[in-house]
């Protein structure tokens, strides 16, 4: 998802915990992403540092505890959960193995290869059941996928990502695609960073996946403070988006209702967040009530008849997909599980273990080798805002997340039950059962029906 570093704004959406960490690509301000291959990998990141910072945006002063990989060492390297490619050394791994004194363990496959070896769209659209909408709708919707920097080959990159699957291009030339900043400004763009540049290139390559005749909207905010990219996100709203995608996450504050209020309340659209990717525990802005918060999975082949299997993602005690009963935010009126009495994370799940993972193309700075395999909820949750753009333009006075409540234990859901994401008190916040539970939320699509109003 995202990391935080210190920030005038919060992490996702407004200004509450300095700077987000991505959550699942190659972002450096995002939470964990991981890849196929991860099991040879280090562990996700280490304990808090016991330090504060102060956000310096609201009229409130709001102090958090940043984790101790939540600001890169240096410009273009990936904050600790963000990234972790099939193959290679990655300054993730290099970072846990100088903190344990110990030599880096390289992860095999290679990093990149001359084609794509994880899941591409027809696999995608296969698992959830969506090959014939993704052919025939999506015309005339946009998603926007809001991310921190500049990727300055975004748009070269999907092309090839596009091309090589058969799917049509989506140019600024044919009005398919548009970069711009937080502001709106198509020239005037933030400072280009090679870490966020991994987690654009997942979020717009998983839109394309699942909604190929979707147009997309790249928003990119000027930092990774929450209010820099909950300003981006108001700025993609105003640009006429309604599907938003948020790949990046952070720890919940007092401060988080105030974010929910400023960045995202906008009936009508529908806003995916990345539940996070280091196992159990609420990040915020998923458990906003405003917003639909995506959990992970771990997807396989199956002989059975829908083809496709999941459970849980969880990697290990500190890699996997996040869950949690928020601190701060209030219950939406059709969250119903009684163990819960605020928001409950997460809503509905997808694709996210990297040992499943999708296949990604970016070629910018030291960490865009070409093609490679990706996992984390920064792929689950484009995959959610596309299947939301499949099924048409929300109600103008909606709260989309609501949608897949209506639809809670029919076909139109794939009921994810076996699986956890840690070790909590009450079952079903980090163990998927029958029916809702926080890893995997209502479960997976098994179509367009529990995502239209």
């Not at 020239?187 to 870490?195: E, F, I, K, Q, Y």
């Not at 709203?237 to 988080?256: I, M, P, Q, T």
């Not at 396989?300 to 890699?319: D, F, L």
């Not at 093609?371 to 939301?388: E, F, K, L, R």
Request: glycine share 12%; hydrophobic share 30%.
């Amino acid at each position: 998802m995202r990391t935080e570093t210190p920030h005038s704004t919060p992490h996702n959406s407004g200004q509450r915990h300095a700077n987000w960490r991505r959550i699942g690509s190659a972002a450096a301000a995002t939470a964990a992403l991981l890849v196929a291959g991860l099991d040879t990998a280090a562990q996700a990141s280490a304990a808090p540092v016991a330090t504060t910072t102060t956000a310096k945006s609201t009229s409130t002063k709001v102090t958090y505890t940043p984790e101790s990989c939540a600001t890169p060492k240096k410009a273009g390297y990936l904050t600790c959960n963000a990234l972790r490619v099939t193959g290679g050394v990655t300054a993730f791994q290099k970072q846990q193995a100088k903190e344990r004194g110990v030599a880096p363990k390289a992860v095999s496959p290679k990093a990149s290869s001359a084609t794509p070896t994880g899941y591409g769209p027809s696999d995608l659209q296969s698992a959830y059941g969506l090959t014939s909408a993704a052919a025939s709708n999506g015309s005339g919707e946009t998603i926007a996928i809001v991310d921190a920097y500049d990727d300055p080959n975004a748009e070269a990159d999907l092309a090839t990502y596009r091309s090589y699957y058969g799917l049509s291009a989506l140019t600024t030339a044919n009005g398919g695609f548009k970069k711009v900043s937080q502001t709106g400004s198509t020239t005037s763009l933030p400072t280009a960073d090679s870490g966020w540049a991994g987690e654009i290139s997942l979020d717009l390559d998983m839109a394309s996946a699942v909604c190929p005749n979707c147009k997309i909207l790249l928003v990119e905010a000027k930092s990774s403070s929450m209010a820099n990219l909950g300003t981006a996100v108001n700025e993609a709203v105003k640009l006429g988006a309604k599907f938003v995608s948020n790949s990046y996450g952070g720890s919940e504050s007092s401060s988080d209702t105030s974010y929910d209020s400023s960045y995202f309340n906008h009936p009508g659209v529908a806003i995916t967040v990345s539940a996070g990717d280091e196992g159990y525990g609420a990040e915020y802005p998923a458990t906003s009530r405003y917003v639909t918060a995506v959990g992970g999975t771990a997807l396989s082949t199956s002989s059975a008849s829908r083809g496709w299997t999941e459970k849980v993602w969880n990697t290990s005690s500190t890699e996997g997909t996040g869950s949690g009963c928020s601190a701060y935010d209030a219950k939406p009126s059709w969250q119903t599980d009684t163990g819960c009495t605020k928001r409950m994370e997460s809503d509905v799940s997808a694709v996210a273990d990297p040992a499943t993972g999708v296949s990604v193309y970016d070629t910018y700075g030291s960490d865009g080798t070409g093609w490679n395999t990706y996992g984390g909820t920064s792929a689950s949750a484009p995959i959610i805002a596309a299947v939301y753009a499949l099924a048409g333009t929300p109600g103008s006075s909606d709260y989309p997340a609501q949608y897949p409540y209506n639809a809670a234990g029919t076909s139109a859901l794939n009921d994810v039950t076996s699986g956890s994401n840690g070790t909590c008190s009450t079952s079903y916040f980090c163990t998927a059962k029958s029916g809702y539970d926080g890893p995997t939320g209502l479960g997976t699509p098994a179509g367009l029906d529990a995502f239209t109003g």
